[in-house]
């Protein structure tokens, strides 16, 4: 009886997973701003390998929108694509699922933490019940990304409420 919420998270985990697999066949190179921003910047640091950098900086860079967006998912994009000698859209997508699974693996593990284990199996099963979820991470959007990192930092900043201030915590978060 004990692992009856488990296996509802499983089960949700399963068809969140599903439906990943589903949007990812459809949309193998992901959606508008894959292509425009994310993708386009990882396919030049696969094919410029190590020295990548030095063409995103200073005179004679390469000049792309919104210069302000991070280089989280294009640089991992780009190194896995360097490193498997391909470009294959079962990298990024396997990426972004990682990132997906990671946000309700650090969700869980904080409710779980705070609140007790069926809080956390809520709190996991209605994130993945979010409609969007799924479908933003397999169009390879930075978001999912971008909400790990964020999570990440409350679930630290909420542990040095409640733990009491540690500055490596907090040089973390």
Do not use: K
């Not at 998912?73 to 859209?89: F, K, M, N, Q, Y």
């Not at 079962?90 to 693996?105: D, E, G, K, P």
């Not at 933490?113 to 930075?142: E, K, M, N, T």
């Amino acid at each position: 009886r004990e692992d009856l919420p488990l296996a509802f998270l499983a089960i949700a985990a399963a068809a969140s997973t599903a439906g990943f697999i589903f949007d990812s066949i459809c949309n193998p190179f992901g959606q508008w701003d894959a292509w425009a921003m994310w993708m386009l910047r990882a396919r030049f640091i696969d094919l410029l390998g190590p020295s990548w950098g030095r063409w995103f900086a200073g005179p004679g860079r390469l000049q792309f929108d919104h210069t302000d967006y991070p280089f989280l998912l294009p640089t991992i994009v780009g190194s896995a694509w360097h490193d498997a000698g391909s470009e294959s859209p079962m990298i990024t997508h396997a990426i972004t699922w990682l990132f997906a699974a990671a946000s309700v693996a650090l969700l869980f593990a904080a409710v779980d933490h705070f609140a007790g284990r069926i809080a956390a199996v809520a709190a996991s099963i209605a994130l993945l019940s979010i409609s969007d979820f799924a479908p933003v991470a397999s169009w390879l959007y930075a978001d999912v990304p971008f909400a790990l990192y964020v999570l990440a930092t409350v679930v630290l900043l909420v542990l040095t409420s409640i733990d009491g201030p540690s500055p490596g915590v907090l040089v973390l978060a």
